[in-house]
């Protein structure tokens, strides 16, 4: 019997693609071999010089190819394309966002805007654009090496860099060395908020659940796999890196609120004091499974969601809600059953999940004993990784693009409009 292939379809970096099977047969025996097709990153070494002494070229508006960050601010929408840039669109009306242009960033993941100045990270650099006017943008200043995370060598000035690629095996969990990334099997689903406080003169972005960057009190902060890194931006167009704290390990996702810092890990939620934003100190750590888990918060309540997945060291799917009235002492008030959570908003008494694959989710959590009975819809087809509840519309980002949906109703959204992925 020939040899027969399973169809492949294309998707994007954040979700799964089906698995590429080949069942073999032969004429006297029925053996069947399997073949797994899997997602993985090899390294690449890269010289720092090389993409300091380049171009940061600011292009014409570019179909979107592979969503990951969203960020707003005033009438625009920003997009982060990972790796590769961030996408600027005028927002001014979420029925009809116009594509003005692109900055292209290699080794860019994360962003974020204080007073017309977008911060984003180069690989170990810090970058600060002047987008005063989104169609004539500026860089200001670099400030080099305050991502160290990614050096290989620091004394040739050498970085690891990974590129995605695809590979074949006959094991059905495969498992690379040092220096690759955990492989992913494309059968299965993989990984890829609130308004942030203010400070005096100064006019700050919204970012989702999933950032990793943020603003507090005059200062930036940013987090990586396992430390807080602290730079001062009360002048906006000067950042300067300041401090760093050592947080421990799987550090994901950092949310502010009020004089506050909520830090999501694959291990717990860590809170700290800002109130000092130059020095910041820790209250608590609510610990829990390993899992993925970006955290929303209002005044009295922090909603966690944990996921499974390849890269979640297969934890758990479930929404925790803790009651931080002491954050000193946050307690565990509650859990509830999820499919696949991701990112999430809270909007006063209405909560968005995006559960993956699984579509977005809604909830009323003015009873937060009772959030699993009160679902107040479920967009099952619309596949999604982030949320932000913004002043004109609800954002949600996934795999197949990023939609925008009028929520003056919270018992029932209503599309405005969706900039889909242009698959090549």
């Not at 167009?237 to 890990?265: A, C, N, V």
């Amino acid at each position: 019997m020939k040899t027969k292939l399973l169809p492949l379809s294309r998707w994007t970096a954040f979700l799964f693609l089906p698995v590429l099977v080949v069942l073999s047969f032969t004429s006297c025996e029925d053996e069947v071999e399997t073949t797994y097709t899997y997602r993985t990153q090899v390294p690449l070494f890269l010289e720092v010089n090389t993409f300091r002494e380049a171009d940061i070229l600011i292009e014409p508006g570019k179909p979107l190819d592979n969503p990951g960050k969203i960020y707003i601010y005033g009438d625009y929408l920003l997009i982060s394309e990972p790796d590769k840039g961030i996408h600027i669109l005028d927002n001014t009306n979420p029925a009809t966002p116009k594509n003005i242009n692109f900055i292209n960033i290699p080794g860019t993941m994360d962003l974020a805007i204080n007073s017309n100045v977008l911060y984003a990270d180069n690989y170990v650099d810090l970058l600060a654009f002047d987008i005063t006017n989104p169609k004539d943008i500026k860089l200001l200043k670099r400030e080099e090496d305050v991502f160290p995370n990614l050096y290989s060598n620091e004394e040739t000035g050498t970085i690891v860099v990974y590129k995605d690629t695809l590979i074949t095996s006959t094991q059905a969990n495969m498992h690379l060395g040092h220096w690759g990334r955990p492989a992913t099997r494309l059968d299965f689903f993989a990984n890829a908020s609130g308004m942030e406080s203010r400070a005096v003169s100064q006019n700050y972005g919204q970012g989702g659940s999933m950032a990793r960057f943020t603003l507090l009190g005059g200062h930036l902060y940013a987090v990586d796999d396992n430390h807080l890194r602290i730079f001062n931006v009360e002048l906006p167009d000067d950042p300067k890196f300041t401090s760093e704290i050592l947080l421990g390990w799987g550090i994901e996702t950092i949310f502010p609120f009020k004089d506050k810092l909520f830090i999501g890990s694959m291990t717990g939620m860590h809170i700290y004091d800002a109130s000092t934003p130059s020095d910041p100190k820790k209250m608590a750590e609510y610990q829990h499974i390993t899992a993925c888990d970006p955290v929303v918060v209002n005044d009295e309540y922090a909603f966690v969601t944990l996921r499974s997945g390849t890269g979640c060291r297969m934890g758990i799917d479930e929404l925790h809600v803790l009651d931080i009235i002491n954050p000193y002492q946050p307690v565990l008030l509650k859990k509830y059953p999820m499919e696949n959570p991701h990112g999430l908003g809270l909007a006063g008494d209405y909560l968005y999940i995006a559960e993956g694959k699984h579509g977005l989710k809604s909830f009323n959590v003015s009873n937060v004993f009772a959030i699993g009975d009160n679902l107040v819809e479920h967009l099952k087809d619309l596949r999604s990784v982030d949320i932000i509840p913004g002043p004109k519309s609800l954002i949600v980002i996934g795999p197949d693009g990023v939609c925008q949906f009028d929520y003056t109703n919270p018992e029932k959204l209503k599309k405005l409009s969706c900039i889909n992925v242009t698959f090549r």
